[in-house]
């Protein structure tokens, strides 16, 4: 089973990012407090579970969590200051909002736990970031959990606004047949204009395409 704490000592939160290598859809970020009671054997890096898991340990996650929240950053910001930058942003907006959750009697976290090895300073915390953190530290896994499924969410339902991409099964990510969608129909408002869409890509039309 994985750690629950990395400072035994400190009140911590973990936060993870999903989405960073897709080529549509927004980068998304969760944060989590766990109780220090938190146990559960199955918990680890979402990417290491099937979708039936991860369904599974959402609403366990959300129900025990002490608090939790996430945050979507969109293409458009994205293209406009990387997706590094973007995924850090979608983090911060998450610790923000998971903080802004807990009422006045509950204490806040004094440690963040990131996934990864870049970060940016968040006003007033303390943070550490672990390589392959989600397989390690339950909080970290408990948000990758958050992320990937409210990521997948938002992209199921874009799905049904463009099905020619097939979002509902690639969630946006750069498959064969995602790219071949974008060869074929163009791209979309969803898709990212600053990422290279198709491997021989010099140019591309960026007007985006309705096929309703």
């Given at each position: 089973?994985?750690k629950l704490?990395y400072?035994?000592?400190?009140?911590?939160?973990?936060?993870?990012?999903?989405?960073r290598?897709?080529?549509?859809?927004?980068v998304?970020?969760?944060?989590?407090?766990?109780?220090?009671?938190f146990?559960?054997?199955?918990?680890?890096d979402?990417?290491?579970l099937?979708?039936?898991?991860?369904?599974?340990l959402?609403?366990i996650?959300?129900?025990?969590?002490?608090?939790?929240?996430?945050s979507?950053?969109?293409?458009?910001e994205?293209?406009?200051?990387?997706?590094?930058?973007?995924?850090?942003t979608?983090m911060?907006?998450?610790?923000?909002?998971?903080?802004?959750?807990?009422?006045?009697?509950q204490?806040?976290p004094?440690?963040?736990?990131?996934?990864?090895n870049r970060?940016?300073?968040f006003t007033?915390?303390?943070?550490?970031?672990?390589?392959?953190?989600?397989?390690?530290?339950?909080?970290?896994?408990?948000?990758?959990?958050?992320a990937?499924?409210?990521?997948?969410l938002?992209m199921?339902r874009?799905?049904?606004?463009?099905?020619m991409?097939?979002?509902?099964?690639?969630?946006g990510?750069?498959?064969?047949?995602?790219?071949?969608?974008?060869?074929?129909?163009?791209?979309?408002?969803?898709?990212?204009k600053s990422?290279?869409?198709?491997?021989e890509q010099?140019?591309?039309?960026?007007?985006?395409?309705d096929h309703k």
């Amino acid at each position: 089973m994985l750690k629950l704490k990395y400072h035994t000592h400190l009140i911590e939160c973990g936060t993870d990012e999903a989405g960073r290598g897709c080529l549509a859809g927004p980068v998304t970020a969760a944060a989590v407090m766990l109780p220090d009671s938190f146990i559960n054997e199955i918990l680890t890096d979402s990417k290491q579970l099937t979708e039936k898991k991860r369904d599974l340990l959402k609403p366990i996650i959300e129900q025990q969590a002490i608090a939790y929240s996430f945050s979507h950053v969109m293409m458009e910001e994205i293209d406009d200051i990387n997706i590094l930058n973007a995924s850090i942003t979608a983090m911060h907006r998450s610790i923000e909002g998971m903080i802004g959750t807990l009422s006045r009697k509950q204490k806040k976290p004094q440690h963040i736990l990131v996934d990864g090895n870049r970060f940016k300073p968040f006003t007033g915390l303390e943070h550490t970031t672990v390589i392959k953190g989600d397989g390690k530290y339950l909080p970290i896994a408990a948000a990758s959990i958050i992320a990937k499924t409210e990521r997948d969410l938002f992209m199921d339902r874009i799905h049904e606004e463009y099905p020619m991409y097939n979002w509902k099964k690639n969630k946006g990510y750069p498959t064969k047949e995602h790219r071949e969608a974008i060869r074929t129909y163009g791209i979309t408002k969803y898709h990212r204009k600053s990422f290279k869409l198709l491997p021989e890509q010099y140019s591309l039309d960026f007007t985006f395409k309705d096929h309703k």
